[in-house]
């Protein structure tokens, strides 16, 4: 079936530091692939899409490039910073009216 | 900001109480979907529609969940006897289509079963 995989549940960062926040995910279909990033007491809300291979995406720093070969839309940032603590989920639409999300990775960054 | 707009915020329902959630989907957005958030932030689909038909649902949705999304009405989700296990905060999404197209979020309704 349909899934998505995100390995790390926390990472932990000094602000200004560069980020890679893992994601990989398996379909049968034409993959469209998301990230998404929920801050506290907030709606998930989009931050990247893609359904180009090799191609960058990026929206407010953040950056990601779907790569079919291996499966992966890995979220990245050169520099992160406080305001950037919250949960990212990375979410595929294989078609068919559904939404698969990852399990999350929570995003600390410390002064 | 977001344009789905749930409510309540927030509900506290005794175990084997009801508990009642709605939903309003972005204007124009004929595709809805519920999900549960549970306390390790994994979301479990629970039934999505199209327009007012559903169009897939989950088991747990088929017996002590039941949804509804009538025309010109807010959609809604109501749990028929509240167990522990169902706490949780309850997504509500929409989208232009269910293909191909990302899913906007309200801020969610967190139910606490006591």
């Known amino acids: 079936g349909d899934s998505v995989t995100q390995t790390e549940g926390l990472v932990t960062l000094t602000k200004g530091l560069p980020v890679m926040l893992n994601c990989t995910y398996q379909t049968t279909y034409s993959p469209f692939l998301f990230w998404y990033v929920q801050h506290l007491n907030e709606a998930p809300k989009l931050l990247l899409k893609s359904s180009t291979d090799n191609k960058r995406t990026e929206h407010q720093g953040f950056y990601a490039t779907l790569h079919k070969s291996s499966s992966s839309f890995h979220l990245q940032k050169s520099s992160v910073q406080l305001s950037d603590s919250a949960l990212y989920f990375c979410?595929?639409?294989?078609?068919?009216?559904?939404?698969?999300f990852g399990s999350g990775t929570r995003l600390l960054v410390s002064p | 900001n977001s344009k789905v707009i749930q409510t309540p915020r927030y509900l506290v329902k005794g175990q084997g109480q009801k508990a009642k959630m709605r939903c309003i989907p972005e204007k124009g957005h004929p595709v809805v979907f519920w999900y549960q958030q549970n306390k390790n932030n994994e979301f479990k689909f629970l039934i999505n529609f199209q327009n007012q038909e559903v169009l897939q649902q989950i088991d747990m949705t088929e017996k002590r969940f039941s949804a509804e999304c009538p025309s010109n009405s807010p959609c809604s989700l109501e749990i028929q006897s509240s167990e522990a296990g169902d706490s949780a905060l309850y997504l509500c999404a929409s989208s232009l289509s269910g293909t191909n197209t990302e899913v906007f979020f309200g801020k969610g309704t967190r139910l606490t079963v006591v």
């Open positions: 979410a595929l639409n294989p078609g068919g009216y559904k939404v698969v």
